[in-house]
C-alpha cells in the first residue's frame, strides 16, 4: 500500500512538472512571434477593439459603483476617528494599488478572456487552424499574437478608465451626497498619492495582469478539444485559472510593491 501511494504522489508530481514545462514551452513560442505580430498593426488594431471596446461598457459601470462603495464604507470609518477630510485619499489609494488593477482583471477574464478561449477553440473546432498550417500560415503568429498584444495594450487601459471613474463615484457619493469638503477631498488625494509608488505600481500590476490572463486565454483555447464540451470546459477553465492567478500574483506584488 505504501509503494502504491509514493507510486501515485510521485505520478502526481512529475505530471506536474510535464504540464508546467509544457505551459512555459508554449508561452515562449508564443513570445518569441509576437515580434513578427507588430508588422500587421491592423490585426492588433481590431483585437484592441474587439477586447478593449466591448469590455469598456462593465468597467465604467463596475467602477462607478465601486467608487461609490468605498467612499460610502469609506465614510463611517474614517467619521469615527474625525478623518473624513481623508476620504478621498482612501478612495483614491484603494482604487489605484489594488482594486483598480484586481476587479478589472477579474472582469477582464470573465468578459474578454472567455471570448477569446471560445473564439479560438472554436477556430479549432471548425478545423480553420488547421487550414492555416496546410497554407504555411502559423496560427500562432496570425491568431494568437495578436489578441496577445491587444490584451497587453487593452488591460493598462481598462485599469486606469476603472479607476479613474471609481474616483467619480467616489467624490459624487462623499461630497455631493454626504457633504465631504470639496476641497479637502481633492487636496489630501493629491498631496498623500505619489505617481511612482502608487500610480506606477499599480499601472505595473495591470500590465502583468493582462500578461497572465491574455496567456491563460489564449492558451485554454488553443489547447481545447475540438467539441463544443471541449470549448466549454476550455473556457470555464480560463476564467477559474485566470481569477486565481490574478489573485495570486497580487498577493506578491504587493507584498514586494509596498513592503518596507
Known amino acids: 500500500m505504501s509503494n502504491r501511494f509514493l507510486g501515485a504522489i510521485g505520478g502526481f508530481v512529475l505530471d506536474v512538472f510535464a504540464r508546467v514545462g509544457f505551459v512555459t514551452r508554449s508561452f515562449g513560442g508564443l513570445a518569441a512571434k509576437l515580434p513578427g ?29 465601486v467608487g461609490m462603495v468605498l467612499a460610502l464604507q469609506g465614510y463611517y470609518t474614517l467619521s469615527q476617528f474625525g478623518a473624513d477630510e481623508k476620504l478621498g485619499q482612501l478612495v483614491a489609494l484603494s482604487l489605484l494599488r489594488e482594486l483598480g488593477p484586481v476587479v478589472t482583471a477579474l472582469l477582464f477574464a470573465g468578459r474578454a478572456g472567455t471570448s477569446l478561449t471560445a473564439e479560438i477553440g472554436l477556430m479549432k473546432a471548425g478545423e480553420q487552424l488547421t487550414a492555416m498550417e496546410m497554407m504555411a500560415v502559423n496560427p500562432i ?4 499574437a495578436p489578441r496577445f498584444w491587444a ?12 479607476s479613474a471613474i471609481g474616483v467619480i463615484g467616489g467624490y459624487l457619493v462623499g461630497v455631493q451626497l454626504i457633504g465631504v469638503d470639496p476641497g479637502a477631498f481633492w487636496s489630501q488625494m493629491q498631496g ?19 500578461i497572465a490572463v491574455t ?11 475540438p467539441t ?4 466549454s470546459r476550455a473556457t470555464t477553465r480560463t476564467v477559474v485559472i485566470a481569477s486565481l492567478m ?11 510593491m509596498f513592503t518596507k
Open 37 to 65: 505580430a507588430l508588422r500587421r498593426p491592423a490585426l492588433i488594431s481590431e483585437q484592441i477593439h474587439f477586447i478593449g471596446n466591448y469590455s469598456l461598457l462593465i468597467i465604467t459601470v463596475s467602477g462607478l459603483f
Open 141 to 144: 503568429q496570425r491568431v494568437l
Open 192 to 210: 498623500n498619492i505619489d505617481v511612482r509608488r502608487d500610480v506606477m505600481n499599480g499601472v505595473l500590476k495591470s500590465f502583468v495582469f493582462g
Open 246 to 256: 490574478v489573485l495570486g500574483l497580487d498577493f506578491i506584488m504587493t507584498a514586494l
Open 151 to 162: 490584451g497587453l495594450i487593452a488591460m493598462p487601459i481598462l485599469a486606469t478608465v476603472f
Open 215 to 225: 496567456f491563460t486565454a489564449l492558451f485554454q483555447g488553443y489547447e481545447a478539444q
Open 228 to 231: 463544443p464540451e471541449g470549448v
